[in-house]
């Protein structure tokens, strides 16, 4: 029964992770390869794909893209963080907002992003923010900030009143009691908005391609200039190099970060 287990564990893995073995076998395998041989076994292994990928023409710089892509993830990551925190708190220790302003945070991210396409494109035209990183950062920061409401009340929540009471009994202020006791026990829930919120905002490819059109264009927009690189149509091996690259960012920091993640999904699952 344990091998059979493991044999399901394994197709299953294999399916669901087939389009990201396709990837990265296509990306070392050389343009005649990829043309006479479907199979996931390269006939011959190159790099020339990400030599490509990285030495291409002035026109196509992937570390302006990477950049780019980086700073706004960290905008679109960090600031919600910052700006829901207080507010988790409010809202699950005084209930401010719990009756209209959680469910509506919650229920603008369910909406359409492109409806909001118009409208803030004049207004970032009229601010001075298209195609910028700040701007880009901006608006994922936006995205962002329903689920790391939810995450950070829910952690909060979590916290035994008890600890707020002892601490305001001895002198403490809201301020104090909520940078010194809440934000160390919320450390995980913080790590899990943060990777959460990166991965969003460096996947985000409407705004990006809405809001950007040479100086701030992200990773995810960047990649697809890289599909034609060379001419003579789709460059299927350098795509997939690209995508590699582009990829590799998220998924390293979910490999970084994948116990303190762990730890924010399974904490109040076990009630002592």
Known sequence: MNALRWIVFAIAAFAMNFPVIATLVTAVKTPADIAGNPSLIPASFTLENFATVFTV???LNIWAYLWNSLAASL????????????????????????????????????MPLIIFAIPL???????????????????????????????????????????????????????????????PLVRPALATTFVFGFITAWNEFLF??????????????????????????????VAAAVIVVASAPPVLLGLVMYRQIGRSMLAGAVKG
Do not use: K
Request: hydrophobic share 55%; glycine share 10%; proline share 5%.
């Open 57 to 59: 023409s002035d026109r």
């Open 208 to 237: 990006g391609l809405m809001l950007t059109t040479r100086a701030a264009v992200p990773m995810t927009v960047g990649a697809s200039f890289f599909f034609s690189a060379g001419g003579g149509g789709v460059q299927w091996g």
């Open 121 to 183: 494109y004049m207004m970032y035209q009229t601010l001075g923010l298209l195609d910028t990183r700040i701007g880009l950062g901006l608006i994922l920061a936006v995205v962002n900030l329903p689920l790391a409401l939810v995450l950070l009340v829910n952690a909060v929540a979590e916290i035994p009143r008890d600890i707020d009471e002892a601490a305001v009994m001895d002198g403490a202020r809201t301020p104090r009691v909520l940078s010194h006791l809440v934000l």
């Open 75 to 110: 905008i679109g990551a960090v600031l919600p963080i910052l700006l829901c925190l207080p507010l988790a708190y409010a809202i699950a220790r005084r209930g401010y907002g719990r009756e209209i302003l959680l469910p509506l945070v919650v229920n603008l991210r369910a």
